[in-house]
C-alpha cells in the first residue's frame, strides 16, 4: 500500500485558492445536461467524482467539451443540453463510489424513458439507496435491485408515471436522496408534491439544490422542510454561464491550519456561500479561532490562548466539515462532542467508526453512538501513527492536521484525496512549516 509520510509542524501560514465544489459542480452538470441550451460551466471540480459524472453524460449521449485558456480557470466545460431527454436509451454506468453522480443518476434515469444499469464499486453497492428507490416507485419508476436489495448495482426500465400523490421519503438517512428526487421530477412535466417522513438531515445540501434548481429555471415551492412542490410543466433552460464555488468541506482543512498554526487564507468562498459548511467558520469560532471575511476569501487565526476550546455542538448543518471538528478536538482544552451525524455511517465508509478508530491511534479517548463521536484528547499525541483511510478522502485529509501538532504521522492510500482534491497534499505542504 501507498503511504505519504508527513513531518512534524507547529506552524501555518499562506494563501489557497480552492478547487470547485464537489457538491456544485456534480449537480450544476446534471442540470446542464437535462436543460434547454448551452451552458458553459467554469471552475468546475476535477476529480473521480466529477470524471464519473462527465463520463456518465457522455455515454448517455451528452456533448460535453473542455475549453482552455479561459482567464478564470481552466476547468471550463461546454455542455449542449439535451432538454430533459437523453438521445441513448440503453447504457451501462460505472460510477465509482460517486454518490453525487449515482443517486441523481438513478433518479433522472428513472424518468427517461430508457434501460439503464447504474454499478460501483464494492463500496456503493454496500450504501443504502432503498429510500430514493421507494420514492421513484411510488412515482411510478421501475427499478430493479440486481443484487442485494436495498442497494446497488440497479436495473430501470422506462416508467408508468403517477404523480397524484404526493410522495413520501425518509429525510434521516441522506439528504442525496431528496436532493436526487428534487432534481428528477421537472422531467415529468406534471405538478408532484414531495412530503418529507421525519427530520431532513444535512439541510444546507437541499439549500444548494434548490439554489442551482432556480438558476436553472426551475422554483420549487416549499412549506417549510416537510414539504416540496414541483409546478406542472416545470423545464431547465440554461443560465447560459455558471461558475462553481470553491469547496467549502475542502476548505474547512486549510481553516483548521490557520487555527492550529498561525494563519491561513482560503480563497474561492466567502460570506455569501450558497454551501452550508462554510458555517465550520463558525465552529471555528466557538473553539476560540479568529475568522474574518471578504466576499471571495475567508481567514482563519489562531486563537490568543494556546488551546482551543471544547465544544458540543450540532452538526446537522456541517455533515462533512464536522469530520475536522473531530481533529481539531485534539488540540482543544477538555471533551468535545460532535452530535447528529448519523449521515457519517452511511458515507464513503462508516465515518464515525473509522474517526473512533483512527483517533485512538493518536492517543484519544473516543466514545462513538449510532449519532454523535466524543472525543477526550490526550496529554501528548502518540508519535507516528500510521492511519489507515478505509478508501475515504475526508478521512485523508483530516489526519493531516495531525501532523501540527509537531508529530510525523504516516497516511495510508494518500490518493484516495483523488476523489474531491487530487493536489490535496502538495497545498497542504505548501503552508505548514
Not at 454518490?99 to 424518468?111: D, E, I, M, N, S
Not at 431547465?236 to 498554526?261: Q, W
Request: proline share 5%; hydrophobic share 40%; aromatic share 8%.
Amino acid at each position: 500500500m501507498e503511504q505519504l509520510h508527513l513531518k512534524p509542524a507547529t506552524q501555518a501560514s499562506g494563501s489557497i485558492t480552492l478547487p470547485g465544489s464537489k457538491s456544485i459542480s456534480n449537480r450544476t452538470l446534471l442540470l446542464a445536461a437535462l436543460s434547454n441550451g448551452y451552458t458553459q460551466i467554469r471552475n468546475l471540480l476535477i476529480s473521480d467524482d466529477t470524471d464519473r459524472m462527465l463520463e456518465s453524460l457522455s455515454k448517455l449521449g451528452l456533448s460535453i467539451n473542455k475549453l482552455g485558456n479561459i482567464n478564470l480557470s481552466n476547468n471550463v466545460f461546454e455542455l449542449n443540453g439535451n432538454n430533459g431527454q437523453f438521445s441513448n436509451k440503453e447504457a451501462d454506468l460505472f460510477l465509482g463510489n460517486a454518490g453525487t453522480a449515482f443517486r441523481p443518476l438513478t433518479a433522472a434515469l428513472a424518468f427517461s424513458n430508457g434501460y439503464y444499469y447504474l454499478h460501483g464499486v464494492p463500496r456503493m453497492h454496500e450504501r443504502p439507496i432503498a429510500d430514493l428507490v421507494d420514492a421513484l416507485r411510488q412515482a411510478g419508476a421501475k427499478i430493479e435491485y440486481s443484487g442485494n436489495e436495498g442497494f446497488p448495482p440497479l436495473k430501470i426500465s422506462p416508467a408508468t408515471l403517477n404523480l397524484r400523490k404526493p410522495i413520501k421519503i425518509r429525510g434521516d438517512v441522506s439528504s442525496q436522496f431528496l436532493t436526487a428526487l428534487l432534481m428528477a421530477l421537472p422531467l415529468t412535466k406534471q405538478k408532484a408534491t414531495i412530503e418529507v417522513v421525519g427530520e431532513l438531515i444535512s439541510k444546507p445540501y437541499i439549500e444548494i439544490t434548490l439554489n442551482l434548481m432556480a438558476r436553472f429555471g426551475v422554483n420549487v415551492l416549499r412549506d417549510g422542510w416537510e414539504s416540496f412542490t414541483i409546478p406542472e410543466n416545470s423545464e431547465y433552460k440554461s443560465p447560459t454561464m455558471i461558475n462553481v464555488e470553491g469547496d467549502a468541506s475542502s476548505a474547512s482543512y486549510f481553516l483548521a491550519a490557520g487555527a492550529l498554526g498561525g494563519f491561513v487564507v482560503v480563497g474561492g468562498i466567502g460570506e455569501n456561500s450558497i454551501q452550508g459548511d462554510v458555517k465550520f467558520a463558525d465552529a471555528l469560532q466557538l473553539m476560540g479561532a479568529k475568522i474574518s471575511y471578504s466576499s471571495d476569501s475567508i481567514q482563519a487565526n489562531k486563537p490568543y490562548s494556546k488551546k482551543l476550546n471544547a465544544i458540543d455542538l450540532d452538526c446537522n448543518h456541517i455533515p462533512d466539515a464536522a469530520m475536522t471538528l473531530a481533529i481539531l478536538a485534539l488540540f482543544a482544552d477538555g471533551t468535545t462532542t460532535l452530535r447528529n451525524i448519523a449521515s457519517w455511517r452511511v458515507k464513503e465508509t462508516d465515518r464515525i467508526a473509522a474517526m473512533a478508530t483512527e483517533l485512538r491511534k493518536v492517543g484519544a479517548i473516543v466514545e462513538e453512538g449510532a449519532d454523535y463521536i466524543k472525543i477526550t484528547p490526550p496529554k501528548e499525541l502518540t508519535p507516528n501513527a500510521v492511519i489507515d483511510t478505509y478508501d475515504d478522502h475526508r478521512m485523508a485529509m483530516c489526519f493531516s492536521l495531525v501532523s501540527l501538532g509537531g508529530v510525523p504521522i504516516t497516511i495510508n492510500d494518500p490518493k484516495c484525496v483523488n476523489k474531491t482534491f487530487p493536489d490535496y497534499f502538495a497545498q497542504f505542504a505548501s503552508i505548514v512549516k
